[in-house]
C-alpha cells in the first residue's frame, strides 16, 4: 500500500519557480544600471509599501530587528526607560529593548487572540515607561484601539511589531499605521517574504522617518558628513526588486492563506481542538495557523510520522528565560503565556497549499486524538 504523501510547513520553491523570470530580469537591470545600495528598486518599493500600509513613510532596512531596534532609537529611548511588551513572541521584540539601553516590562496575553492583554498593560505603567511594543503575532491583529487609548493617557509611544502580520488590519486599518512606526520583518517564511533577510519601518512622523533614515546609514546627514552613531541597515536592491513583485499580488495571497485556514476551522472546530479567532473588527493575515489542544504532544507525533510539517512556536516565555533572570519574574506573573507552551501547534498554512492537503493534515489530528 502505497503511504500518503507528507505535507510541506512551508512550500517557497513552486512560488519562487513562478517569479524567478520577472524577478531575474530586475536584477539583470540592476546589474546593468551598477545600482545595488538603495537604488530605484529600494526607493520604489518604500514608496509602494507606504501606500500599501496606509502611512506617509516606509524606510527599507536589513532586517525586522533592525527596524525595531531603530525605532526606539529614532525615540531616543534608552537607559532609564522602560518599554512595555509581551513575554509570547519572538526574541528580538525585547531584545532590542535591551539594546538601547532600556529595560523591557512584560505582560501576559489574552488565550484567545495570543496578542498582549490591553487590560494589563495600564497597570505596568510607571513613571519610567517611555513606550510600548504590541506584536501582531501570527497575523492576528492586537488590540490596537484599546492600546492606543492607553498611550494616549499616558503620553506613550506605540511601536507596532508587525513583522508576522503584513496586510492585516485592525478596524479597517493596516497593521504599521497605527503606531508611531511599524515595524516589519520580510524573512522567507513571512506573510510577504524575500529570499534573504530584509525589513520595513512605516510611520506618518517626518521627523521620526529623517531619523531612521540617517540611523540606518551610519547617522549620515549627507555623505561622509556623520550627525550620530547609527549602523549599517539597508534594505538589499535584489530583495526590494523580490518584495514589489510579491506586493502587487499580497491581498490575493493573504486571501488564499484565509481560504486554507477556513478549511481547517471547518475540520477541527468539531474535534475539541481551540481555532485560531479572528479579530471582530478586522483581518487575520494568518502568517501561521496555530491550534490548541492538551492532546498537543499526540497531534505533532503523528504529524511528524506522517511528514508533515509543524512547529511549537515560543514554548517558554521570553520573561522566564535565563536572559532576563535579573527581572525576577516568575510563572504566576503569565499564566495564560505558560500554560500555552504545552498546548500550541502550527500547521502549514501558504496561499498554494491545497484543499486535499489540508484535509491530509486534518485525517492525522482526528486519528491522533480519537
Known amino acids: 500500500m502505497t ?28 546589474g546593468a544600471r ?33 527596524a525595531l531596534y531603530l525605532s526606539l532609537r529614532a525615540l531616543r529611548i534608552g537607559p532609564g526607560d522602560e518599554v512595555i511588551t509581551t513575554p509570547y513572541t519572538f526574541f528580538s521584540t525585547s531584545e532590542v529593548i535591551d539594546m538601547v539601553g532600556a529595560t523591557p516590562v512584560f505582560v501576559d496575553i489574552e488565550a484567545n487572540s495570543f496578542n498582549i492583554n490591553p487590560a494589563l498593560i495600564e497597570r505596568a505603567v510607571s513613571e519610567k515607561t517611555r513606550a510600548i511594543i504590541p506584536v501582531h503575532l501570527f497575523g492576528n491583529p492586537a488590540d490596537m484601539t484599546a492600546i492606543r487609548t492607553i498611550a494616549d493617557k499616558h503620553n506613550l509611544a506605540v511601536i507596532e511589531d508587525a513583522a ?48 531612521v533614515r540617517k540611523l540606518r546609514n551610519h547617522g549620515a546627514a549627507a555623505s ?29 495571497n493573504i486571501a488564499a492563506r ?17 481555532c485560531p479567532t479572528r479579530p471582530q473588527q478586522g483581518s487575520h493575515a494568518f502568517n501561521l495557523y496555530t491550534i490548541r489542544s492538551t492532546k498537543r504532544d499526540a497531534i505533532r507525533e503523528a504529524l511528524m510520522a506522517n511528514a508533515i510539517g509543524n512547529s511549537t512556536c515560543y514554548p517558554e516565555p521570553l520573561a522566564l528565560q535565563k536572559v532576563y533572570e535579573r527581572l525576577a519574574y516568575t510563572a504566576a506573573d503569565f499564566p495564560v503565556s505558560v500554560s500555552l507552551g ?29
Open 3 to 30: 503511504k500518503p504523501e507528507g505535507v510541506p510547513y512551508l512550500d517557497l520553491s513552486r512560488e519562487f519557480n513562478s517569479l524567478k523570470d520577472e524577478w531575474f530580469a530586475m536584477i539583470s537591470e540592476s
Open 34 to 66: 551598477g545600482s545595488w545600495i538603495l537604488g530605484p528598486n529600494v526607493h520604489a518599493f518604500e514608496k509602494e509599501a507606504a501606500d500599501f500600509v496606509g502611512t506617509r513613510h516606509a524606510i527599507g532596512v536589513a532586517n525586522g530587528t533592525d
Open 164 to 211: 508576522q502580520a503584513f496586510g492585516a488590519q485592525h478596524d479597517r486599518q493596516r497593521v504599521g499605521s497605527m503606531g508611531i512606526t511599524g515595524c516589519f520583518s520580510f524573512y522567507p517564511t513571512k506573510v510577504l517574504g524575500c529570499y534573504g533577510d530584509g525589513g520595513l519601518v512605516t510611520t506618518n512622523s517626518d521627523e521620526i522617518a529623517e531619523a
Open 224 to 252: 561622509f558628513q556623520h550627525d550620530e552613531i547609527g549602523m549599517n541597515s539597508r534594505l538589499d536592491e535584489v530583495q526590494a526588486a523580490l518584495l514589489r513583485i510579491k506586493l502587487k499580488t499580497l491581498d490575493k
Open 258 to 274: 484565509q481560504r486554507v485556514a477556513s478549511q481547517y476551522d471547518e475540520r477541527l472546530g468539531n474535534m475539541g481542538i481551540t
Open 342 to 370: 504545552d498546548e500550541v501547534i502550527s500547521l502549514p498554512v501558504y496561499p498554494d497549499m491545497s484543499g486535499q492537503q489540508v484535509e491530509r493534515v486534518c485525517q492525522v489530528i482526528e486519528q491522533a486524538i480519537s
